[in-house]
Every structure is written in C-alpha cells, then in structure tokens.
C-alpha cells in the first residue's frame, strides 16, 4: 500500500452497510468536518430536475465551461447526496472546466433499483434538454460518477443507447461497481481491504437490489452487447474489491470497438483518493480532471 495512504487508515470510519441511517449520519459529519473547497471560480446552484419523485440537483458552473459532466457520487447506493459529495463535485468541476451537474439521486434500501438509475437518466435526459438554459453544448455531455456512481453512469450509457436517449460524449467509471456476482478474483479474495471488501460489496448490492434479479442497467457487467457505448475512462485501486471486474468491463469495451483508457492505481485502495493530501491521490484526481477535459474539448 502506499505509504502516504497507509498512515490515514486509522481515520476511515468503520462501515458495514449494516445500519444506513447511522451511517449516513457518521459520513455527513465527516463531510462537515473538512474544509470548504474553493468555489471561487464558479457558480454553484441548487436545483430540482422534474421526475417521479423530482431529483435533486447542485450545478457547478465554472466560467467560461460548455461541456457537462452528470455525476453520480459513490457510496454502496446507500450512502451520500449532493451535500457530502460538495467537496469531490466542485473539485471536478475545477480541474475540468465542464459543468458538474450533481445527482441526489434516492438511495435503497429505502428505494432499490430501479430508483436511483430512474432518477440518474431523469437528469441526463433533463440536461440534454435544457442545454441552451444551462449554457453547455448538448454535444457535449459525459455522464461519470465513483464506486455505486461509477456503476450507474455505465448503466446510463446503456439505456441511451438502447432507447436512443441523449447523446453521451463520454462516460467516466471512477472504481465502479459493475457486477453483483463477485465472481472475479479480487472479489472472492480481498476480504479485509480499507474502507472496501467482499461482504461490505454484497451488502450493497443486497440493499440495491432489495431482493430482485438484477439486470443490465443495475449491474453493467452484464450487458451482453457493449458496442456503441461511449468512449470511456476507466479507474481501477489494486486494493480493491471491485478492480477485476472494472478492468474486465474496459477490456469488453475495447473487444467491442470502444475508445478506452483504462488506469490500474497500484498502491491505491477503494475510495483511497478522498485523501486529497497524498500524492497518489493528487495524481488521481488531476487525471479526472484533465481526461474530462480532453474528451469534451470543441
């Protein structure tokens, strides 16, 4: 493991998935507790996106942007909403230019899949839409998010593709959560990684999908066909439970003819790059960054 992240280990909150509410009390108040993020250079507004329920929505419009990122935070599908992703939300919008639209989409076990997809297409297909009120280029618009939001941006890219949906320019899988059968190797065998293992990862998924078969778009891996998708970036933790089945899906996307760029963090585990202080994490979101801001350059 790195040795910068190594030596925060002791501060990660301890989190099964096994109580919710408690644990998205404990996360709001980690949140709370790190400073502001700059917010100097952009305009950031809280909005509703029309939906069955309305969604939630914190636009990061940094000055002078046009392309559009629609981001869905992690957080196993239980955790977070645009309050506790502030910090991680506004630091995209500042390394890429691109206008953040923040998803607080509704979180199982309370609202299981397919709620939180729902709500996520609600606001890629709001934003399309909209594109000239909200000053970005329909054209240019990627959909991305981290762990369960990586997940969920690759099962939007499915369903616009099969229903012809708003065009996605790119999509970026930030160590998503792609499969709920955990049958890869890092799944059967990282039991006790930081922050991130197997049991914690079938809770998730329990919780998600509260009991149901899953499908596609709940979980991406899958998807039998996967030509046609949009360019991707994908990030994967060696530490992770989750890794093989991240560079197993970049490695389909390839076979099926999609553009791809795929990074396997070594030294790195899941969720390690919210330690913003360490040098591998610098690099980390930097790279977010400066790949967004490729893939929707004019």
């Known amino acids: 493991m790195d040795a910068e992240l190594e030596a925060f280990l002791p501060l990660f909150p301890q989190s099964d998935f096994t109580d919710p509410a408690v644990e998205r009390k404990n996360l709001a ?12 250079g952009m305009e950031v507004e809280d909005r509703t996106v029309p939906g069955h329920p309305d969604v939630p929505v914190r636009i990061y419009r940094p000055h002078q942007a046009h392309g559009a990122l629609i981001w869905l935070h992690g957080g196993g599908w239980i955790l977070g909403d645009v309050d506790t992703e502030h910090p991680t939300a506004a630091r995209i919008a500042a390394a890429s230019g691109a206008v953040v639209v923040s998803v607080g989409y509704r979180l199982a076990p309370e609202n299981p899949f397919p709620a939180a997809h729902d709500d996520a297409y609600a606001v890629l297909t709001w934003a399309a839409g909209n594109a000239a009120g909200l000053g ?26 099969q229903e012809r949906g708003p065009a996605i320019r790119f999509q970026v899988l930030h160590q ?22 197997r049991d914690k990862v079938g809770a998730a998924w329990r ?3 509260g009991g149901a078969p ?50 396997q963090w070594a030294g790195t585990f899941h969720g390690s790059q919210a330690v913003v202080t360490a040098e591998v994490s610098q690099r980390q979101n930097a790279e977010v960054g400066a790949v967004l801001r490729r893939a929707l350059a004019g």
């Open 29 to 40: 108040g980690l949140i709370a507790a790190i400073p502001a993020p700059d917010t100097s």
């Open 214 to 263: 899953a499908s596609p778009y709940a979980a991406p891996a899958r998807a039998a066909d996967l030509t046609g998708l949009p360019p991707a970036y994908v990030a994967t933790a060696e530490l992770c439970p989750n890794r093989d089945e991240g560079i197993a899906y970049a490695l389909r996307l390839l076979q099926a003819g999609v553009p791809v760029e795929l990074h």
């Open 176 to 197: 998503p959560l792609l499969d709920d059968r955990q049958g890869s190797w890092s799944a059967r065998n990282f039991t006790d990684t930081p922050w991130m293992n």
């Open 136 to 161: 970005i280029d329909a054209e240019r618009i990627a959909v991305g998010g981290h762990s369960a939001g990586g997940g969920l941006a690759a099962g939007l890219a499915l369903r616009a593709r």
């Open 207 to 209: 919780h998600y999908l």
